[in-house]
């Protein structure tokens, strides 16, 4: 126990401290920004002072804050502030009201977004194309991001500001969908979506800050108190660095820059890596294929329902070459593959790098084999799969993965079991309710919204799913020496939940609330 009196102490909890940790443990003692005792409430209770702090926790679960390995905190914050959030449209016509109410509150000629639709969830199961825009709103271009955000349509308007003809070429590693009569669909599909974004008015420096201060909002209210943008442009990482320089960041945050922007091309490595108490810039986000629920994830075979097998966004030689140089630089490589052909290409590359100080990332990991699996483990690459998906996005899954394939979407007994560090994660906004719990809950239950079950024998338990949400997600972060555990020494990163999470049934899990949030021994949150 450290001597002298603490600054906060919790007691009278139920503590989750973390494997390895002190099994019925129910206080906790904080000075400054570490966590100072874990024990019994006498043990603890030892170390008030005057001046301490008390919080009863009246039996609620302390526990490391939540960290969510995979986000996208900006496009978090953008429909949390301006854009048209469609992620809970049913049908075409559900589209089709909220597009012209979200016309008629825009000024003249400016461009139209949303994201978030799913077709899975029409009742025809048919994606919008730029026929149903036009029809809808036709005077100002209009972009719809798929909620995988690998696919956008587009109506007349935005395809002509882009010059997209029947004649236009798609770029490597992108689609463009065309009809019969040869003209396009307003579809694109992975690199092809650059061929208009990059004619989208940016946000402004201002904008952005507004949108990640919302979305860490949004994400205390979660218990998350560490978080990762996967995959951010430069003029991003400059508005990270002036929050952090100004104190304006509420939460930690892991930053990763892209190697590869869609319709600008490679990028170069960031000129310095950063490491402050709340942000850090030392990885660099690759992606070599596409979405599982919009069917461009590459498979070895095809999809059940199109005679496709995905996209693959790099050629090995290119990819290699752009991994090894940020290797070779000493930065942490995140890549996105979620398909069997995509992840096989990515494990080469690493291998084909070998292994250094910083342990790469594989992002999703949606379909490994054994062989991949054991392939990761050797290497020391850290999945960050999302088991939420199984939850929110398992009727595309089912719907459109061959049984083979379906047998071992995000298996994530299996990379326990192969020996790979898992970080759990939500990859928000893809879905509409990222909560921690939502995806431990799905990563025990392995059921659909509609309640059929995907890959049941692919369940882990409660304290392996709290582990992959708190310390595989500091290890996928770089950062497990400080965070991710109760124990003394360690970043006073806390959530409490409004029951006992160790006796509370699965399907009862998200009916707790996280009722407070505390980053660096502060209270940064209570609801």
């Not at 349509?153 to 009809?179: F, H, K, M, Q, Y």
């Not at 991003?236 to 930690?252: E, K, N, S, T, W």
């Not at 398992?394 to 079991?417: E, H, I, K, T, W």
Request: glycine fraction near 10%; proline fraction near 6%.
């Amino acid at each position: 126990m450290r001597a002298g009196p603490a600054d906060t102490i919790f007691h009278h909890g139920v503590l989750w401290t973390g494997l390895g940790g002190h099994p019925g443990a129910t206080a906790l003692a904080v000075s400054g920004d570490r966590i100072a005792a874990v024990g019994s409430d006498a043990e603890v209770l030892a170390l008030r002072g005057p001046d301490t702090r008390m919080v009863d926790l009246a039996r609620q679960t302390l526990l490391p804050g939540f960290v969510d390995a995979h986000a996208h905190i900006w496009k978090i914050g953008h429909l949390l502030t301006t854009l048209l959030d469609v992620r809970a449209v049913s049908s075409l016509d559900d589209l089709a009201v909220r597009l012209r109410d979200q016309a008629g509150r825009l000024p003249p000629a400016a461009w139209l977004q949303g994201r978030g639709y799913n077709e899975a969830r029409f009742p025809d199961g048919r994606p919008p194309t730029r026929t149903d825009l036009d029809t809808v709103v036709a005077d100002r271009p209009v972009v719809l991001m798929r909620t995988c955000a690998h696919i956008i349509v587009c109506n007349s308007v935005a395809l002509e500001r882009a010059g997209i003809t029947r004649d236009t070429a798609a770029p490597p590693g992108g689609e463009i969908d065309r009809g019969p009569d040869g003209e396009p669909t307003g579809v694109l599909r992975e690199t092809a979506m650059g061929l208009v974004l990059r004619h989208v008015p940016p946000p402004s420096a201002a904008d952005y800050d507004a949108m990640i201060a919302a979305a860490m909002r949004h994400q205390l209210s979660l218990g998350i108190t560490s978080t990762n943008d996967a995959g951010v442009g430069p003029e991003l990482l400059d508005v990270y660095r002036r929050m952090d320089q100004g104190g304006r960041l509420p939460i930690r945050i892991n930053v990763m820059a892209l190697r590869l922007v869609d319709g600008v091309g490679p990028v170069p490595l960031p000129a310095q890596q950063h490491q402050s108490d709340r942000l850090r810039i030392d990885t660099v986000k690759f992606f070599a294929d596409g979405g599982l629920s919009g069917a461009t994830a590459a498979l070895s075979m095809p999809y059940r329902h199109a005679d496709t097998r995905g996209v693959l966004r790099f050629d090995y030689e290119t990819f290699l070459a752009l991994a090894r140089e940020a290797h070779e630089a000493g930065w942490r490589v995140a890549t996105h593959a979620i398909g069997d052909v995509a992840i096989d290409q990515v494990l080469r590359v690493y291998e084909a790098c070998g292994r250094g100080p910083m342990r790469h990332r594989i992002e999703h990991f949606g379909l490994p084999s054994a062989d991949h699996l054991a392939r990761a483990a050797r290497l020391g690459v850290v999945a960050v799969p999302q088991t939420v998906f199984v939850h929110a996005l398992g009727r595309n899954f089912r719907q459109y993965l061959p049984d083979a394939l379906l047998a071992r979407a995000y298996p994530v007994r299996s990379m326990l079991d192969a020996g790979v560090t898992v970080a759990l994660s939500s990859d928000a906004p893809v879905v509409e309710d990222d909560s921690p719990l939502l995806g431990i809950q799905a990563a025990m239950l392995r059921r659909d919204e509609q309640g059929e079950p995907i890959a049941l024998d692919q369940a882990i338990s409660l304290v392996e799913a709290l582990a992959a949400y708190t310390w595989g997600a500091t290890v996928a972060s770089g950062d497990e020496g400080n965070r991710g555990r109760l124990q003394p020494g360690m970043l006073a990163d806390l959530a409490v939940l409004s029951g006992n999470v160790m006796a509370t049934p699965p399907a009862a899990l998200t009916s707790l609330r996280v009722t407070q949030t505390w980053v660096g021994g502060r209270q940064a949150y209570s609801g």
